[in-house]
């Protein structure tokens, strides 16, 4: 029975598949029946070490549904036989080079997305795309405190040029990466739905501390001078992030953009909770970023029948005791 399960889900293809989201996205895809065709970027000869994905291979069900691909953004053509045979595209990956102007990771990420998009249409196969955005995409223009973000809302790209805000050329980069895949999608007539995660927190099974996690946990990592947080704070956990593209993958009538945001909470607030949760641990009040009083809307999300399943306790519970448990905290 699981067999011919399994057969009925298909083969969907991961982008990035050593991420925090991705990796996540990837252990439920084969939890749930599919096959799984996923990317990473090829070892350089002069590095010498090989990149150590055991925790990818060693998933339950990997064995017999994982196939690793090399590809790199930089050659879009490298995705093809990847997505070769796919019913579905999960695009994760995204370039983090903060030694890389802005013009630099935008020209990079575009090139690539539209390339991968290229690479679904070629295919004839691929059903749907589900794109990962991110909140800096919705989350910075001049619209003045107490906003509700939902998607119609845009990151005004000259203004986070102009605020030099911590992170600018990633958000500038994503909210240009996400336009261009949303214009070529409509040209094209090809099925893309986007993904806009806040602030993912939560267990990973990657090797290192994701950056995400970092920052959700910078008041007990003692980040200080590294994170910075919002006045108000949205959170997403992981499982829910990753549970949101395979539901917006299956859900017939998705359409455009879906913010995927659980719970918001006062950097005060989050300080106080941090304090009275953990006390065991050292916690540090950091400085707010700015009076943003941003309140995101999960409101398409949830009226597509999609749930949350955690918390802000299980969030950081589960955060801290995976950071515990690989020797991070």
């Not at 399960?5 to 996540?24: E, I, L, M, N």
């Amino acid at each position: 029975m699981e067999e011919d399960d399994q057969k009925k889900k298909g083969r969907v293809c991961v982008t990035g598949g050593t991420g925090f989201v991705a990796s996540w996205l990837i252990m439920k895809l084969l939890q749930v029946g599919y096959s799984v065709n996923t990317t990473m970027r090829p070892q350089s000869h002069s590095s010498g070490s090989k990149k150590d994905i055991s925790y990818l291979k060693n998933l339950p069900g990997a064995q017999e549904r994982l196939q690793v691909f090399p590809a790199d953004l930089e050659n879009p053509d490298s995705f093809e036989a990847a997505i070769e045979g796919c019913i579905g595209v999960f695009h994760v990956a995204h370039p983090i080079d903060f030694q890389e102007t802005e013009e630099m990771i935008t020209k990079k990420s575009v090139k690539g997305t539209l390339g991968i998009l290229e690479a679904c249409l070629k295919a004839k196969t691929v059903k749907r795309v589900v794109y990962t955005s991110s909140a800096f995409t919705v989350m910075f223009n001049n619209d003045g405190p107490d906003t509700v973000v939902d998607e119609s809302s845009w990151t005004d790209v000259d203004y986070v040029r102009n605020a030099n805000y911590f992170g600018a050329s990633y958000s500038i980069s994503k909210t240009l990466t996400e336009r261009a895949a949303l214009e070529f999608a409509e040209k094209h007539s090809l099925d893309l739905v986007s993904v806009i995660p806040t602030w993912v927190n939560g267990p990973f099974i990657c090797p290192n501390i994701p950056g995400s996690v970092t920052g959700s946990l910078a008041m007990i990592l003692g980040k200080e001078n590294e994170v910075q947080y919002f006045n108000i704070n949205p959170f997403v956990h992981i499982d829910d992030v990753a549970s949101a593209h395979i539901f917006l993958f299956e859900y017939p009538e998705a359409r455009g953009r879906y913010i995927c945001s659980a719970v918001e909470i006062t950097m005060d607030e989050l300080y106080e909770f941090l304090s009275t949760r953990y006390p065991e641990l050292k916690i540090f009040s950091p400085q707010s970023l700015d009076d943003n009083t941003l309140k995101f809307s999960s409101k398409k999300l949830l009226d597509a029948g999609f749930r949350y399943k955690y918390g802000l306790e299980e969030i950081f519970d589960q955060a801290i005791e995976c950071c515990k448990q690989k020797g991070f905290l």
